[in-house]
């Protein structure tokens, strides 16, 4: 029943934007030689200060880079696992925008990354502006359609069920019931507007040409899509989500395992 719906109660993709909020090691400034080893790869930057990093960074794996604005860089070691082969973490080709990368990842021959959280072991490879607009609320609260004729409309939160949303569409005339849930989406609206983007853990953002006010969990894989836009994308280690092969997702919430992929919008 729809009064029995509540989307605040242990909500994951909350908790995890409420975590991806708080950066998990310390930073300092880039020291004089650092400065000097960066600019010497032909990174560019109008104000150095803005820029700061963990411990044991490495300057010498961020090369051809532009930094503007506030930037975190965490220590880029070690390699990042592809499908049949590895990359080295780092970063090359790239210009980052107020964005904290986080330890281990790696961005490559990208256009922009601006206002993004990018998490351990991320791959970013061959695609064009990661941007995120600040306040945007990922989609969420979107009134969807639950037939193709229109009619039964409803509003999502990422980790709505089937059942939940069908309910949701037919209150049975409790309007007081459908009001309280309605209440409860726009706090929980509330509660998903960030002035950042979110990449977690070993997610792969491969060849993809626009990501736009996107939460995209921990595993997930975007390959080849057209747009990704406005959407959550829920994926954890062993239920990774996967958009491929000219995909155009907006304004949407995908769940853990799905896969869209064959031009599907």
């Known amino acids: 029943m729809v ?57 010498e794996r961020v090369r051809e880079t532009r930094f503007r604005g506030k930037v975190i860089l965490g220590r880029q070691y070690g390699w990042v696992n592809l499908e049949g082969s590895r990359e080295p973490a780092g970063i090359e080709r790239t210009t980052l925008e107020d964005a904290w990368v986080e330890d281990g990842a790696v961005i490559r021959d990208t256009t922009l990354v601006s206002r993004m959280r990018v998490g351990h072991g991320v791959a970013i490879l061959g695609c064009g502006r990661i941007t995120h607009r600040p306040g945007s609320h990922f989609g969420v609260g979107t009134p969807i359609a639950l037939i193709e004729t229109g009619g039964r409309v409803t509003r999502f939160f990422p980790e709505m069920t089937l059942d939940q949303a069908a309910g949701s569409a037919r209150p049975g005339g409790n309007v007081r019931a459908l009001a309280a ?3 409860k989406v726009e706090a929980y609206l509330a509660r998903s507007r960030s002035d950042h983007g979110v990449i977690q853990a070993h997610s792969r953002i491969l060849d993809t040409p626009r990501l736009e006010n996107v939460f995209v969990g921990a595993s997930a894989r975007i390959e080849g899509a057209t747009r990704v836009s406005d959407s959550v994308i829920l994926s954890d280690s062993e239920h990774p989500t996967v958009i491929e092969d000219g995909a155009l997702v907006s304004e949407s919430g995908v769940q853990w395992g799905c896969r869209v992929s064959s031009l599907s919008v």
């Open 3 to 59: 009064g029995t719906i509540d989307p605040l109660k242990s909500s994951t993709f909350l908790s995890s934007l409420r975590a991806a909020r708080r950066l998990t090691f310390p930073v300092r400034a880039l020291t004089e030689r650092e400065i000097q080893v960066l600019i010497g790869q032909g990174c560019l930057c109008d104000d150095w200060s803005l820029v700061k990093v963990a411990e044991r960074f490495s300057p």
């Open 181 to 183: 849930y309605l209440r």
